[in-house]
C-alpha cells in the first residue's frame, strides 16, 4: 500500500531559492527555518510511508504463507481421504466375494441335506417295506404253526420247526442289519452336520 504525499510544497520549490533580478539573494534564516521544517515534515511522510509499505509487504507474506500451508494441508487431507476411498472400496469388494462365497455355501448346504433326508426317506420306506414283508411271512408261519398238527406228521414236526426257526432267523438277521444301515446313514448326517457348523464356527472367528 502507498500513500500519496500531499503537502502544499514541493521537494525543488524547498530546494530552490528565490532570486532577485541581477543579482543572488541570500536566503533568510526564517526561510532556511521554514524549508528545514518542511523537509522534516516530508522526511517523516516519507519514512511513514516506507514503514507502512514494508508492514504491507509483511502482512502479504504472513497471508500467502497461511494460504500455502492451507493448501498443503488440504493436499494432504485428500490425499488421505483418497486413500481410505481406495481402502473402503478393496474392502466392499472382499466383503462381496465372502458373501458370494458364504451363498454358494448356504445353497450347497441346503442341497447336501435334501440330499440326505431323501435318502433318509428312502431308507425309511424300504425298511417300511422290509418289515411289512417279514411281519406278512411271520403271520404266514404262525397260520402253518397253527395247523401243524392237521397238515405235518408229528415225524417230521421237529424238521419244519427247525425250519421255521431258521427263516425266522434270517429274517431277524436281515431286519438287524437294515436297521444298522439307518442308524449309519443317520450318524454320517449328525457327522456332516457336526462338520459343517465347526468349519462354520472356524470361518467367523477372527
Known amino acids: 500500500m502507498s500513500v500519496i504525499l500531499e503537502s502544499s510544497f514541493n521537494i525543488e ?6 532570486e532577485s533580478p541581477g543579482r543572488r539573494a541570500e536566503p533568510k534564516p526564517a526561510e532556511l527555518l521554514i524549508k528545514l521544517r518542511k523537509l522534516q515534515q516530508a522526511k517523516k511522510h516519507f519514512e511513514d510511508d516506507a514503514k507502512e509499505t514494508m508492514l504491507s ?15 498443503l494441508q488440504l493436499e494432504g487431507m485428500l490425499n488421505e481421504k483418497e486413500e481410505l476411498n481406495r481402502s473402503l472400496q478393496l474392502k466392499c469388494e472382499d466383503l462381496q466375494l465372502e458373501a458370494q462365497r458364504q451363498l454358494e455355501q448356504n445353497y450347497q448346504k441346503e442341497e447336501a441335506v ?21 411281519e406278512n411271512q411271520l403271520q404266514q408261519l ?26 425266522t432267523e434270517q429274517l431277524l ?19 456332516t452336520q457336526n462338520a459343517e457348523m465347526h468349519m462354520d464356527t472356524c470361518e467367523k472367528a477372527p
Open 114 to 134: 435334501k440330499q440326505y433326508c431323501f435318502q433318509i426317506q428312502e431308507t425309511k420306506l424300504k425298511h417300511r417295506k422290509i418289515r411289512m414283508k417279514f
Open 142 to 167: 404262525m397260520e402253518q404253526h397253527k395247523n401243524l398238527s392237521t397238515v405235518f406228521t408229528p415225524q417230521r414236526l421237529p424238521a419244519e420247526i427247525h425250519s421255521a426257526e431258521y427263516t
Open 173 to 191: 438277521k436281515a431286519e438287524q442289519q437294515k436297521l444298522e444301515q439307518l442308524n449309519k446313514l443317520l450318524d454320517g448326517l449328525s457327522h
Open 13 to 18: 520549490d524547498i530546494i530552490k531559492t528565490p
Open 57 to 71: 509487504r509483511c502482512a502479504r507474506k504472513e497471508e500467502e504463507d497461511a494460504l500455502t500451508a492451507e493448501a
